[in-house]
Nanobody, 124 residues
């Protein structure tokens, strides 16, 4: 069965950086639109970033634009998000997800597969 496994979360001070990775099994990340979402306590899951399977176009939420970078390593079958200049409001569980369609890429229901999530905590 398809598995997406996130890693790299942790506790960091404001202004710091983290690099989250998503390792896929039984799914080739180059054949899917891959996204990152996050969910803070008491809030809905929200879009963070996505990378398309064709050409690798990338999309970002306004709140992370200029600070986060999504990329894909086809050889390792992983998707990563480099997070710089972290803020306390970035604190959340971060999820990796795979979508077969580029329509409504910002919406969670568009994604077929999800990882279990990794916690990111940014202290002030």
């Amino acid at each position: 069965q398809v598995q997406l496994v996130e890693s790299g979360g942790g506790l960091v001070q404001a202004g710091g950086s983290l690099r989250l990775s998503c390792a896929a099994s039984r799914l080739t990340v180059n054949n899917w639109h891959m996204g990152w979402f996050r969910q803070a306590p008491g809030k809905e899951r929200e879009f963070v970033a996505a990378i398309l399977r064709s050409g690798g176009s990338t999309y970002y939420a306004d709140s992370v634009k200029g600070r986060f970078t999504i990329s894909r390593d086809n050889a390792k079958n992983t998707v990563t998000v480099q997070m710089n200049s972290l803020k306390p409001e970035d604190t959340a569980i971060y999820y990796c997800a795979a979508s077969p369609s580029s329509r409504e890429l910002f919406q969670p229901p568009s994604y077929d597969y999800w990882g279990q999530g990794t916690q990111v905590t940014v202290s002030s």
